[in-house]
């Protein structure tokens, strides 16, 4: 389900360009975007603080531990760029970096196996990516087609771990000034992966006469907007996010890498306020429930998961600042 989600994200990145255009021709494909928020940034930096919580877990399907985390804190840097581009524009090569330092504190910890209770020092975890991406932009069927073929590659403060990639196909299945359809299809090259090929759609449709829209993405996220004060932009609505990162554990019963991957379900308003045509800021809060945490083997399926835990409801607040090297007036 992670590496579903980010390449989601990836595809309908492409995907969004599309949306802001106003002509249905392929050479208008390229053309950078108007918008005041483009879904594409050249630099993003976040910082994420979420509230304590309580949280319970097994261990090969045993009780294991509960306890509490008093505080959970993430950084996230993101770089973006497209570095080719045929003259047709219909051909574009991007490359991206993140990198992400996440934080945990906790109160007492009580383990089930030999009834005592402790406390942990505070954990420090770093994670790294980049990517290389191919978007071919074309027509079928008189419809705008879009074909992404990208490949990743992460890993922690002991170097690289995983190699990872996947493949796409999107048509466009209608777009007016007010509605834009899409439907598509996602291969997966992980093994990882649960399900290896996984259908997209999405919906953008903004309201008559109204300053609302809808966006709808399947399965990310689910968003009401509307313009608020000259240069800013209101949100309300859910989003399903991934977290994961590495773990070189050396212990009785796990030995070796094991990759945590973690889905949370954030509810909430987002402001975005739009500074100059470059500079955009965003601050969002609400409440996140962690759906899934679960550990495995490095490379294993997360299914054949051998930590599981449950994690209490908790508040959150994200502030973030990106700047876009290519946005015009």
């Not at 969004?16 to 928020?37: N, S, Y």
């Not at 996010?241 to 030995?255: D, G, M, V």
């Not at 679960?294 to 997360?302: F, V």
Request: glycine content about 6%.
């Amino acid at each position: 389900m992670k590496s579903r989600i980010i390449s989601v994200l990836i595809v309908f990145t492409s995907l969004h360009t599309i949306a802001q255009e106003k002509e249905p021709g392929i050479k208008t494909f390229g053309k950078a975007l108007v918008d005041k928020f483009p879904t594409t940034r050249t630099f993003d930096v976040q910082y994420e603080q979420l509230g304590p919580s309580n949280y319970n877990s097994d261990l090969f399907g045993n009780n294991f531990e509960r306890g509490r985390i008093e505080s959970h804190n993430r950084f996230k840097a993101a770089f973006n760029l497209p570095f080719y581009a045929s003259k047709s524009k219909q051909f574009v090569l991007t490359t991206s970096l993140r990198y992400k330092y996440e934080t945990y504190e906790f109160g007492d910890i009580y383990n089930y196996t030999s009834m005592q209770t402790y406390s942990r020092d505070r954990q420090e975890l770093h994670l790294w990516g980049g990517s290389l991406s191919a978007t071919y932009m074309t027509s079928l069927f008189k419809k705008p087609v879009i074909y992404n073929a990208t490949a990743t590659v992460d890993g922690d403060e002991d170097g690289f771990q995983r190699l990872k990639g996947f493949a796409s196909a999107v048509i466009v299945l209608k777009r007016t000034p007010s509605t834009t359809i899409t439907l598509g299809a996602l291969a997966l090259l992980d093994p990882s992966s649960i399900v290896p090929v996984t259908p997209l759609f999405s919906v953008n449709h903004k309201f008559n006469n109204s300053k609302w829209d809808m966006d709808f993405i399947l399965p990310q996220r689910l968003l009401f907007r509307r313009e608020l004060l000259e240069n800013g932009r209101i949100s309300f609505g859910t989003e399903l996010n991934t977290e994961s990162f590495y773990l070189n554990l050396n212990t009785s019963n796990l030995n070796g890498v094991y990759e945590l991957n973690q889905l949370e379900l954030k509810s909430g308003i987002t402001y975005e306020y739009c500074f100059t045509p470059k500079i955009i800021a965003f601050v969002k809060g609400g409440v996140n429930n962690v759906v899934s945490a679960r550990i495995t083997e490095k490379g294993e399926r997360t299914n054949r998961y051998v930590y599981d835990q449950k994690e209490d409801a908790q508040g959150y607040v994200r502030i973030g600042v990106s700047y876009n090297l290519f946005q015009k007036k």
